[in-house]
C-alpha cells in the first residue's frame, strides 16, 4: 500500500459525490497515519512483540517481564521519586564531563587544525591515547582520583575528548584552501578568514564529533556507575538485577536510552539551526 | 557606481619558474607588457604557458622569480583593494546566502554590514539575480553561482578584474549568455579587464587586445588587436577572420 493508492480511492469517493470535506479529512488523516506508521511500525511491532509473548508466557517473564509491567515501574519510580535522584545525579556526572571536553576539545582542536606544527607535535600521542580504551584507564583513575566522583567525571571526559577533538581538527582542516584564497584576496586578515570561513567550515564536522562524544558520555556513564557507585541510573541497573527487580532494570534501561534520544535530538536540532545552508543533516 | 580612472598595469621583465620532479620549469620569461587602462586583455596560450601563473601574480597570489609588476605606477606586492579575482570555480561560502557571499568582500574589508549588503543588492541585481538574494549556493546553478562570484568581485568596485577561466566549467549555451554578460558589464563598469581563457572565440568577442603566450622555449609573446566594433557578432567575416589567425598561431590551421 502507498501513499498513490490511498489518494486515487479518496478522489474516486468525490467523484461518487461523498461530501468532500469528509474526504479530506480521511485523506489528511490517512496521509499523517501512514507517514507514522512507516516511520515507527518497525517499532511498535517489535513492543507489540515483546508484550504478547510475555504477557502470553512464550518466554521467561521473569527475564523479560511485559511492558506494562515496565512501564508501571517506571511510573513508580519517576512519580515516587526514587529514580529521579538517579537521573539527577547521572545527568551532573555526564553533563560536567561532557561540559568539560567541550571546553578542552573545541579550542584545543581549532588551534590544533590551524596551526600544523602543533599538530605534527601532538598527533602521536593523541592516536596512543585515542587508541587506549577510556575502560581500561579506568581503574588508573581510582587510583589516581580515588573512587568518588572526580574519578567518574574523568573517565568519562577522557573518552568523549577524542571524538570531539579529532572531528574538530578534521572540521579545520578539511575546509577547502580555495575558499581561503579566495577571502585572502579579498584582503581578509588571518583573524576574519578564521572567523568568517575556518569556523563555519569546521561546524558540521564538529557537530559529527559533539554527536558521537554524547553517545559515549553516556555509554562511559553506566559503566562507571556500575563499579563503586551507589546512586545513579548505571548502579540502578546493575542494583536491580542483583535484587532481581527486573522491571526495574528494565525501567532504568528505558531511560538511558530516553536520555540518549533527548541529547541526540538536542544536538540534531541545533545543529539545524546552526546549519541551515547544508542539507547533511540527517 | 563605477571606477572611473587608474587601472594601468605595466609588466616588466618578469619570469617565473617553477621546480618539478629537481627540474625547474620556465614558465614565463622576461615577459614586457602595459595593460591600458579600461581595456580588456584576454590571455591565451596553451597549457602549461602560464597564463594563470601571470594573472595569479597580477593578483599578487603569486610572486615574479624577477622582474615585477607596477599598478598606476606603484609595485605590486601581494594582494591590493584595486584588484578582484574572479576564479574558475565561483568559490562561494556555503554557509552564507546570494546576499552574504556577494557583501563578503566588502565586509572583510570593514564596510558596515547594511551599506556593504546595499552595495551587493546593486550588483546581484546587475548579474540579473535580484530574486536570489536569500539563496544559498547549493540552491543555485552553477552559472548562476559563477554570476554570484562575478557580483562579488563587482562589489568591492576593483579598478583591475582578474579573471582565470571563469567561464571554463559552464556548459556552451550557458558559456555564451555569459560572455554576452560579461561584455556588458565590462563596458557599463569601466574597469580594466584582464582574463585567461583557453577559448579562442571567447578571447575575440571580449578582447580589445589577444596575447598570446607562446609555448615553446625562446618563444615571444604575441599582442593582436581585435579591432572589431561592438556588440561583436560571431558569425561575421572579420570575426571567423580573427579566429582563424589565432588559429593558425597555435599551429592549428
Same mark, same amino acid.
Given at each position: 500500500?502507498?501513499?498513490?493508492?490511498?489518494?486515487?480511492?479518496?478522489?474516486?469517493?468525490?467523484?461518487?459525490?461523498?461530501?468532500?470535506?469528509?474526504?479530506?479529512? /480521511?485523506?489528511? %488523516?490517512?496521509?499523517? $497515519?501512514?507517514?507514522?506508521? @512507516?516511520?515507527?511500525? #518497525?517499532?511498535? *511491532? =517489535?513492543? +507489540?512483540?515483546?508484550?504478547?509473548?510475555?504477557?502470553?508466557?512464550?518466554?521467561?517473564?521473569?527475564?523479560?517481564?511485559?511492558?506494562?509491567?515496565?512501564?508501571?515501574?517506571?511510573?513508580?519510580? /519517576?512519580?515516587? %521519586?526514587?529514580?529521579? $535522584?538517579?537521573?539527577?545525579? @547521572?545527568?551532573?556526572? #555526564?553533563?560536567? *564531563? =561532557?561540559? +568539560?571536553?567541550?571546553?578542552?576539545?573545541?579550542?584545543?582542536?581549532?588551534?590544533?587544525?590551524?596551526?600544523?606544527?602543533?599538530?605534527?607535535?601532538?598527533?602521536?600521542?593523541?592516536?596512543?591515547?585515542?587508541?587506549?580504551?577510556?575502560?581500561?584507564?579506568?581503574?588508573?583513575?581510582?587510583?589516581?582520583?580515588?573512587?568518588?566522583?572526580?574519578?567518574?567525571?574523568?573517565?568519562?571526559?577522557?573518552?568523549?575528548?577524542?571524538?570531539?577533538?579529532?572531528?574538530?581538527?578534521?572540521?579545520?582542516?578539511?575546509?577547502?584552501?580555495?575558499?581561503?584564497?579566495?577571502?585572502?584576496?579579498?584582503?581578509?586578515?588571518?583573524?576574519?578568514?578564521?572567523?568568517?570561513?575556518?569556523?563555519?567550515?569546521?561546524?558540521?564536522?564538529?557537530?559529527?564529533?559533539?554527536?558521537?562524544?554524547?553517545?559515549?558520555?553516556?555509554?562511559?556513564?553506566?559503566?562507571?556507575?556500575?563499579?563503586?557507585?551507589?546512586?545513579?541510573?548505571?548502579?540502578?541497573?546493575?542494583?536491580?538485577?542483583?535484587?532481581?527487580?527486573?522491571?526495574?532494570?528494565?525501567?532504568?534501561?528505558?531511560?538511558?536510552?530516553?536520555?540518549?534520544?533527548?541529547?541526540?535530538?538536542?544536538?540534531?536540532?541545533?545543529?539545524?539551526?546552526?546549519?541551515?545552508?547544508?542539507?547533511?543533516?540527517? | 557606481?563605477?571606477?572611473?580612472?587608474?587601472?594601468?598595469?605595466?609588466?616588466?621583465?618578469?619570469?617565473?619558474?617553477?621546480?618539478?620532479?629537481?627540474?625547474?620549469?620556465?614558465?614565463?620569461?622576461?615577459?614586457?607588457?602595459?595593460?591600458?587602462?579600461?581595456?580588456?586583455?584576454?590571455?591565451?596560450?596553451?597549457?602549461?604557458?602560464?597564463?594563470?601563473?601571470?594573472?595569479?601574480?597580477?593578483?599578487?597570489?603569486?610572486?615574479?622569480?624577477?622582474?615585477?609588476?607596477?599598478?598606476?605606477?606603484?609595485?605590486?606586492?601581494?594582494?591590493?583593494?584595486?584588484?578582484?579575482?574572479?576564479?574558475?570555480?565561483?568559490?562561494?561560502?556555503?554557509?552564507?546566502?546570494?546576499?552574504?557571499?556577494?557583501?563578503?568582500?566588502?565586509?572583510?574589508?570593514?564596510?558596515?554590514?547594511?551599506?556593504?549588503?546595499?552595495?551587493?543588492?546593486?550588483?546581484?541585481?546587475?548579474?540579473?539575480?535580484?530574486?536570489?538574494?536569500?539563496?544559498?549556493?547549493?540552491?543555485?546553478?552553477?552559472?548562476?553561482?559563477?554570476?554570484?562570484?562575478?557580483?562579488?568581485?563587482?562589489?568591492?568596485?576593483?579598478?583591475?578584474?582578474?579573471?582565470?577561466?571563469?567561464?571554463?566549467?559552464?556548459?556552451?549555451?550557458?558559456?555564451?549568455?555569459?560572455?554576452?554578460?560579461?561584455?556588458?558589464?565590462?563596458?557599463?563598469?569601466?574597469?580594466?579587464?584582464?582574463?585567461?581563457?583557453?577559448?579562442?572565440?571567447?578571447?575575440?568577442?571580449?578582447?580589445?587586445?589577444?596575447?598570446?603566450?607562446?609555448?615553446?622555449?625562446?618563444?615571444?609573446?604575441?599582442?593582436?588587436?581585435?579591432?572589431?566594433?561592438?556588440?561583436?557578432?560571431?558569425?561575421?567575416?572579420?570575426?571567423?577572420?580573427?579566429?582563424?589567425?589565432?588559429?593558425?598561431?597555435?599551429?592549428?590551421?
Amino acid at each position: 500500500m502507498t501513499l498513490q493508492h490511498i489518494e486515487q480511492a479518496a478522489s474516486l469517493g468525490t467523484r461518487d459525490g461523498t461530501t468532500s470535506l469528509g474526504t479530506d479529512f /480521511l485523506r489528511l %488523516g490517512g496521509r499523517a $497515519g501512514i507517514r507514522f506508521l @512507516s516511520r515507527y511500525g #518497525a517499532l511498535i *511491532a =517489535f513492543l +507489540a512483540i515483546w508484550q504478547v509473548s510475555s504477557s502470553a508466557g512464550w518466554v521467561n517473564t521473569a527475564v523479560l517481564p511485559p511492558i506494562d509491567m515496565i512501564v508501571a515501574a517506571l511510573w513508580k519510580g /519517576l512519580a515516587g %521519586g526514587t529514580l529521579l $535522584g538517579d537521573i539527577a545525579i @547521572s545527568l551532573q556526572r #555526564a553533563g560536567l *564531563a =561532557f561540559a +568539560a571536553a567541550v571546553l578542552v576539545a573545541i579550542p584545543l582542536g581549532l588551534f590544533m587544525g590551524q596551526v600544523r606544527a602543533v599538530e605534527t607535535a601532538l598527533d602521536p600521542i593523541l592516536q596512543v591515547f585515542r587508541q587506549t580504551s577510556a575502560l581500561a584507564l579506568y581503574p588508573v583513575f581510582i587510583l589516581l582520583l580515588g573512587l568518588g566522583e572526580a574519578s567518574k567525571v574523568f573517565v568519562i571526559f577522557w573518552a568523549t575528548l577524542f571524538p570531539l577533538l579529532l572531528n574538530t581538527i578534521g572540521g579545520v582542516k578539511q575546509v577547502d584552501p580555495k575558499l581561503l584564497e579566495m577571502a585572502r584576496v579579498y584582503g581578509a586578515r588571518q583573524l576574519t578568514v578564521f572567523r568568517r570561513v575556518v569556523l563555519p567550515g569546521a561546524v558540521p564536522s564538529i557537530f559529527v564529533g559533539l554527536r558521537l562524544s554524547a553517545t559515549t558520555a553516556l555509554l562511559l556513564l553506566i559503566a562507571s556507575e556500575m563499579i563503586g557507585a551507589n546512586k545513579g541510573i548505571g548502579f540502578q541497573v546493575m542494583n536491580a538485577q542483583y535484587n532481581f527487580q527486573i522491571p526495574l532494570m528494565f525501567a532504568a534501561i528505558v531511560i538511558l536510552a530516553g536520555l540518549g534520544l533527548i541529547a541526540n535530538q538536542a544536538l540534531v536540532s541545533l545543529q539545524r539551526r546552526l546549519c541551515r545552508w547544508s542539507n547533511a543533516v540527517d | 557606481m563605477s571606477s572611473t580612472s587608474g587601472g594601468e598595469v605595466s609588466i616588466r621583465d618578469l619570469s617565473k619558474s617553477f621546480s618539478i620532479g629537481g627540474r625547474s620549469l620556465a614558465v614565463l620569461r622576461t615577459l614586457n607588457l602595459d595593460i591600458r587602462s579600461g581595456e580588456c586583455l584576454v590571455i591565451v596560450g596553451a597549457s602549461g604557458s602560464g597564463k594563470t601563473t601571470l594573472l595569479r601574480i597580477l593578483a599578487g597570489l603569486e610572486a615574479a622569480d624577477s622582474g615585477g609588476v607596477a599598478i598606476d605606477g606603484k609595485p605590486v606586492h601581494g594582494v591590493g583593494a584595486e584588484r578582484a579575482v574572479i576564479f574558475q570555480e565561483p568559490r562561494l561560502l556555503p554557509w552564507l546566502t546570494v546576499l552574504g557571499n556577494v557583501a563578503f568582500g566588502l565586509e572583510v574589508r570593514g564596510v558596515p554590514k547594511a551599506e556593504a549588503e546595499e552595495r551587493a543588492r546593486f550588483y546581484i541585481a546587475l548579474v540579473g539575480l535580484a530574486e536570489f538574494g536569500d539563496a544559498f549556493p547549493r540552491q543555485l546553478s552553477g552559472g548562476m553561482a559563477q554570476r554570484v562570484g562575478i557580483a562579488r568581485a563587482l562589489t568591492v568596485q576593483p579598478e583591475i578584474l582578474l579573471l582565470d577561466e571563469p567561464l571554463g566549467a559552464l556548459d556552451a549555451m550557458t558559456k555564451i549568455g555569459m560572455q554576452e554578460e560579461l561584455a556588458r558589464i565590462w563596458s557599463e563598469e569601466n574597469v580594466t579587464m584582464v582574463m585567461v581563457t583557453h577559448d579562442l572565440e571567447e578571447a575575440i568577442y571580449l578582447a580589445d587586445r589577444v596575447l598570446i603566450l607562446p609555448k615553446e622555449k625562446g618563444g615571444a609573446a604575441r599582442l593582436i588587436d581585435i579591432d572589431l566594433p561592438r556588440p561583436r557578432e560571431r558569425s561575421e567575416s572579420r570575426f571567423v577572420r580573427y579566429r582563424e589567425e589565432l588559429l593558425r598561431e597555435f599551429g592549428l590551421h
